[in-house]
């Protein structure tokens, strides 16, 4: 069992800090929030590192929202619906939908510049899309123009106070209810932050896998901090690779946006073959699943360890206008996006799964509400369309704010809680070392393509590290691995459940999709262990 707190504490002997809404990360969905949130309300935004440093930061292929003329919320809905293979909660995308474009409109007001051709929003086409909906900044660095206009903003708000370098370690409640949060400040100091909403925006689990396209910080914090408090987490077996992550010696897994594809790119195996035809109608553009498991096949089939992604019909000019970011990434180590093809592999990407929530991103815990990566509200279901992760956090962040007005100040008064686990030293092994090997257990037994067998072995080898939750914690990479292990745990159980393939999550000895029997959720607990929810279609 996960205990419900990682340290031993007496909230009496701790200092307390008040203020109105708590903002758990500085992504998208944390700046956001905060923003929003500050207009009528005192906001506490906590960030582990800095402001500049999130998941949002390193998303090269845009924002999906219905601009064009000939695009609708209709196409928008039936694109995403079919991505999500059946596990979508339709409110929720109706949601993203018909909001999504204000939401746009907003980030422009707070600063955020989008490209344009000839006067008008510069709009591409990724996968699994029907209409062209992707707005994009400087090419293929939308991620860090939206974050670049969102801090900028924050910075000029009297009603936000910053917290950067501080790590929230768990969450406090009492009697169904979230107070706030356990923080370590940069200097080993603990403190509580207490406010009448608790917002976790601490992005995904990118670090659950050794092969990833997200940042160090992605170590899945915010939905084992709620697991841990009580909170329903849901879908956790549906966890995104992403088709094409740079695989070259020396070069880091780095994101080839996939709208690379979307302009034209198409694959090849180690021989020059284009595959994609094999596998699906949509080639290059299919559901990031379907080319995933392609490029994996064929790397198979052909004994390699990548293929290649190539889009030399372009021009070189063309090729570093749309994709700067890439083109000078690329060329750091000694390739030329224009005129080589380039070599590619999947990587973990996005955690479509993540803390339970409504229509208003609330979670089961009052007062406690996520956005972003970290929650689950069922815009993705089985499978992310492409793109829709940051149009999400801005529809589902504006939702929040406005529920969080409703809500009454907390007591004043403070239960006397007290937590201790006796709990022991920590033993010689590094974490590093134990991290290393979580992501080993990790890409060998839960990763693209999983088996019974394999799962179970995966969970065997995960619980051998259960251990250190007995362990005295006191820095920031030893709750990471808490929070790592957790994930962990949850993904590979809830894999372990779902016996059939559906969207990202495949199973080889289950290998075809059943509506009849698992058209449903899965749901975790900490005390109630594994449950379900059916899918209701409207």
Known sequence: MIPPYLIDFSLEDMPRVETDVIVIGSGIAGLYTAIQASRQQRVMLISKKSLFESNTRYAQGGIAAVIAEDDSPEYHLQDTLIAGAGLCVEEAVQALVHEGPEGVRQLMKLGAEFDQINGELALTMEGAHSHRRILHAHGDATGYEIVRALAEYVKTCANITIWDDHFAIDLITSNGECLGALVQRPDGDKVLVTGKATVLCTGGGGQLYRYTTNPDVATGDGVAMAYRAGAVIQDMEFLQFHPTSLCYPGAPRFLISEAVRGEGAVLRNIKGERFMEQYHPQLELAPRDIVARAIVSEMEKTKS??????????????????????????????????????????????????????????????????????????????????????????????????????????????????????????????????????????????????????????????????????????????????????????????ADWREESRGAHYREDYPERNDVVWCKHSLIHREHGITEERIHHV
């Open 305 to 494: 360890t990548f293929v290649y992604l190539d889009i030399t019909h372009e021009t070189e000019e063309n090729v570093k206008l749309r994709f700067p970011t890439i083109y000078e990434t690329c060329l750091r180590y000694g390739l030329d996006l224009s005129s080589d093809w380039i070599p590619v592999a999947p990587a973990a990407h996005y955690m479509m799964g993540g803390v339970k929530t409504d229509l208003n991103g609330e979670t089961n815990i009052s007062r406690l509400f996520a956005c972003g990566e970290t929650s689950s509200t069922g815009v993705h279901g089985a499978n992310r369309l492409a793109s829709n992760s940051l149009s999400e956090a801005i529809v589902f962040g504006h939702r929040i704010v406005e529920r969080i007005a409703g809500l009454v100040p907390l007591m004043d008064d403070l239960p006397a809680l007290t937590v201790d686990e006796s709990r022991h030293d920590l033993p010689q092994q590094a974490v590093v070392e134990r991290r290393l090997k979580l992501q080993k257990v990790m890409v060998r037994f839960v990763g693209l393509r999983r088996n019974k067998e394999g799962l179970r072995k995966g969970l065997e080898e995960l619980k051998r590290q259960m251990g250190f939750f007995s362990c005295r914690l006191s820095r920031r990479e030893e709750y990471e691995f808490a929070n790592l292990l957790t994930c962990a745990m949850l993904v590979a159980k809830s």
